[in-house]
């Protein structure tokens, strides 16, 4: 068999504002916000589940615990991180939930494949790429 990846597990947001990150989340995208689990705080670290049950975001505050810490500053550009790419449907409902909050945003199609794309930013200056197939 030997080793293999699975899939993307979740990607994981420091902010110095977690309430209003786990709300853009939870608001644009209908992701369920729950608290992460022990040992991390309700007041430290959220977790934004999808409709299957899976913590796709992790959401910290700069003085939450981690494992493996190193130098963030919330609102500066990802580094070498470029994007987060999400699969969505539901891209006019999307596009009415930007519009409504007022956000930058973006389109862009890829014909040749069948997708619709929207890229946006969170509060905490991540960009998103909203994927959208056959829409």
């Not at 589940?49 to 550009?77: F, K, M, Q, W």
Request: charged letters at 25%; aromatic letters at 8%; hydrophobic letters at 40%.
């Amino acid at each position: 068999m030997g080793m293999k990846v699975e899939a993307l597990d979740h990607v994981n947001i420091i902010t110095d504002d977690l309430d209003g990150t786990a709300r853009f989340y939870a608001e644009l995208l209908g992701l369920e916000r729950r608290d992460a689990p022990p040992p991390l705080t309700p007041e430290t670290a959220q977790w934004m589940y999808d409709d299957a049950g899976r913590a796709i975001i992790h959401i910290n505050s700069l003085d939450c615990v981690r494992a493996y810490d190193r130098e963030i500053t919330p609102g500066d550009l990802t580094g070498a991180l470029h994007h987060v790419a999400l699969r969505l449907t539901g891209y006019e409902e999307t596009l009415e939930r930007l519009k409504a909050r007022g956000a930058d945003f973006q389109e862009n199609i890829v014909a040749a494949i069948g997708l619709r794309q929207i890229f946006t930013a969170d509060p905490n200056n991540v960009l998103l790429e909203l994927n959208f197939f056959g829409e």
